[in-house]
């Protein structure tokens, strides 16, 4: 059974870091890739990092790029989000996916997590 869990989410200020985790198990972990995604209230839900089994490529989104790193430790079956200089706007449920490929698009992950709460605010 395929299971992903994050974790690691929370209220921080802005300007703030957190470290979101995303354990996966029930699949052959090393094949596929995760997606990080998140969605606000009243807003679609967004893709915002990815990375892939093959060569540990990543991408991010504008909206993150340059604060937000995604990494994955296969022998611990774990992807992380390390998210720095927070923003109020960063705030959202976020999600972690997996799939075959990369990819932005939701309706490309089979599997997703429950999510975790990210709230940045003062």
């Known amino acids: 059974q395929v299971q992903l869990v994050e974790s690691g989410g929370g209220l921080v200020q802005p300007g703030g870091s957190l470290r979101l985790s995303c354990a996966a198990s029930?699949?052959?972990?090393?094949?596929?890739?995760i997606g990080w995604f998140r969605q606000a209230p009243g807003k679609e839900r967004e893709g915002i990092s990815c990375?892939?089994?093959?060569?540990?490529?990543?991408y991010y989104a504008d909206s993150v790029k340059g604060r937000f790193t995604i990494s994955r430790d296969n022998a611990k079956n774990t992807v992380y989000l390390q998210m720095n200089s927070l923003k109020p706007e960063d705030t959202a449920v976020y999600y972690c996916?997996?799939?075959?490929?990369?990819?932005?698009?939701?309706?490309?992950?089979?599997?997703w997590g429950q999510g975790t709460q990210v709230t940045v605010s003062s």
């Open positions: 996916a997996t799939g075959p490929l990369p990819a932005w698009l939701a309706s490309e992950y089979a599997y």
């Open positions: 029930g699949f052959t972990y090393d094949y596929y890739a």
């Open positions: 990375i892939s089994s093959s060569d540990g490529s990543t």
